[in-house]
C-alpha cells in the first residue's frame, strides 16, 4: 500500500481550514491516506522572514477577498474571518498531536473540529481550556486533553514536528507533500489530483 | 461590448510569463479583449516590504520546482530559469507602453516577443538595446524603440502605471482585474474562468 500524504497544516490558516475539507476526499480518490500534520506558522516565519499574509500591505486587504472568494469557488460556503486573527496554535497543535498517538481517525476528527471551532464558531482555541472542550465533543477526556497542552513530551514532540517540517521545507500552510513532491496551497490542489493519478508529470 | 479586462505582469515574472501565454484564449473564450499592462515589481516590492519569491529561504527552492512543474501541468512545455533572475525591466515595459499608444496589437507580439526572449532564448531584455532589437522582430523600428526607453514622457507615462496599479491594489505578477475584481496569480485563472462565465460568484 502506498504512503500516507503528508498533510501540512496551521490552525489559524485560512487556506489550511479551506484544504481541511477537501485534502481526505482528494487523497481518498485514489486510494491513498492523509497524514494529518499540525505545525505552527509563528516558528516557521521565523525561519523565512515573512509575514502572516493579512499583515502585508495591499496583499492583505486582497487575501482576504481571497479567502471567502475561493470558499465559495470551492463549495466550501460562507467563510468569515475570525476577529482575532492571526493566533498561536501550540494548544490545537499539542492536542492533535497527543491524540495521534492514541488514535489517528479521532485526532482528525478533533482536528477538523479545532477548525470549525475557530473559523466558524469564533471559538478563540489558542485558549487551552477551550481546546480541550474542543477536543472532548468528540469524546475525548478534557482533563487529559489539557493535560496534553503542558506536558513537556508533548511540546517537544511538536517542536520536533516543526523542525522536520523546515527540514522538508515547508513555509506555510497548507503545504502536501506527495511522495516526496511538495504543493504550496490550497490552488496545487488541481496538480496533487493530477500527480496522484499519473504517478507525476 | 464589455471592457477589456486589466492584465497587469512584469517581465521578470515566471508566472506572469505563464499567464501571458494564456491569458488572450481565457478573454477570447468569454467574448473578452485584454489591457496587457506591464508594470514593474521592483517598484511594487517596495511599497509592500516584499521580496522576489525567489530569495525567501525555502520558499524560493520551492518556487523554482514549481516554476517548471506549473508550466507543464498548464502544458505550456519547458521552463528553464534564466541565469540572470530577476531583472530590471524598465526597458522592455517602457518599449510596450510606448508601442500601445501607436498600435496595441503590436504591442502586445512585442510583449510576448520579451518574455519569450527572456525566458527561452536567454536574451538579458534588461539591456536597452537587446529590447530595441526584440521589438523590430514584430516589425518595430529599432531606433525609435531604443529611444523610447530614454524618454521622459514614456518614463513618466510608466511611473503612473506602476502608481495607478498600485492605488488598484496590485501587490504581484501576473495581477488580473476583470469588472474591478482582482485575481492574482496564474492559479486563479479557474477563478477568473468562473467569473467571465457567470458574472461572478
Redesign the interface.
Known amino acids: 500500500m502506498a504512503a500516507p500524504i503528508d498533510f501540512y497544516f496551521d490552525f489559524s490558516s485560512p487556506y489550511g481550514y479551506l484544504a481541511a475539507q477537501k485534502i481526505d476526499a482528494l487523497a481518498a480518490k485514489h486510494g491513498r491516506t492523509v497524514n494529518w500534520r499540525p505545525v505552527l506558522l509563528g516558528a516557521i516565519f521565523k ?4 509575514a502572516p499574509l493579512t499583515a ?4 492583505g ?2 487575501s482576504k ?2 479567502f471567502a ?2 470558499a ?2 470551492h463549495g466550501l460556503g460562507e467563510f468569515r474571518m475570525p476577529p482575532r486573527f492571526p493566533i498561536p496554535t501550540q494548544a490545537a497543535a499539542r492536542i492533535v498531536l497527543w491524540l495521534k498517538e492514541q488514535d489517528r481517525a479521532r485526532a482528525v476528527r478533533v482536528a477538523k473540529a479545532m477548525f470549525h471551532a475557530y473559523f466558524v464558531d469564533d471559538i478563540d482555541i489558542s485558549n487551552p481550556d477551550a481546546a480541550a472542550a474542543i477536543a472532548a465533543r468528540e469524546g475525548v477526556d478534557p482533563a487529559a486533553a489539557r493535560a496534553a497542552v503542558d506536558d513537556p513530551v508533548v511540546k517537544d514532540a511538536l517542536k520536533r514536528e516543526v523542525e522536520k517540517a ?1 527540514a522538508r ?4 500552510s497548507p503545504f502536501v507533500i506527495v511522495d516526496d513532491e ?1 504543493f ?2 490550497l ?2 490542489f ?2 496533487i489530483d ?1 500527480w496522484l493519478a499519473s504517478g507525476g ?1
Open positions: 525561519e523565512t522572514g515573512t502585508i500591505p495591499l496583499k486587504e486582497y477577498r481571497d472568494r475561493s465559495r469557488f523546515l521545507g515547508v513555509f506555510g511538495p504550496w496551497g490552488d496545487r488541481d496538480q493530477r508529470f
